[in-house]
């Protein structure tokens, strides 16, 4: 196991969408590889036989849609929920739950990465948020909300918009750890109240060739998440029980 590397597939995940290749910020199937993730990282931990059961039978799925069948409501990152009856569980080598359409949310993820420019679009990202947690809140059937966030804590980094590249200076555009206690903070004061667990995951990325990546403190991050895992088992337990 590298340095880097962690026993947590969420964090793993997160970690290869930098580590050693360009991030592309506008991908929109990103926040999705992620999210999923933390279904997996449930069943390893193996804290609710509840849930590891109904994954075991395929009766609880990861969403591939991303939302209850039947139900208007915005797209989120990662739905977790009861299979649709007529519908067909999809297994995927290498992976614990199936895909497939559901009728309702039990569990709701939503990732968000801020890797620079963060004050500028800060509003915009909390708003992303509280918005996607009352969504899967209006679907119904009272879910578990989740939310992921990415904070970069880089002395610098380049992003790019087609071939053009556009590198922090520190002034007018600020550099990843200028900005992050600051973003961190408000992530908190005004999102972290809307879902039943928000996980920031502090990290430094430069996405600058060779594109490095390191945790800010990996220890206490899997400490952290770990701990938001065994939290998440016991509330499903208490919610979806019956």
Known sequence: MSKTESSFSLLNTFRSTFDGQKYQHRNPILGDLIASQLYEDLVALGKSTLLAERIARRER????????VGKKSRRGDGTFGELVPTAMAIAEDGLHVARGEIANIEIGAETKILAKAMIKQIDRVIGDLI???????RTGGNPICIGIVGINQASSYTSYEGDREYLTDGRREKHPN?????AEQRVRAEAQPHFFELQILRFRATNIPPFPFEWVNLTQTEKEYSSLLLRLSREYDKRFST
């Open 61 to 68: 799925v990861v969403n591939t849609a991303n939302k209850a």
């Open 131 to 137: 918005r996607q947690a009352e969504q899967f809140k």
């Open 178 to 182: 200028q900005e992050a206690t600051t």
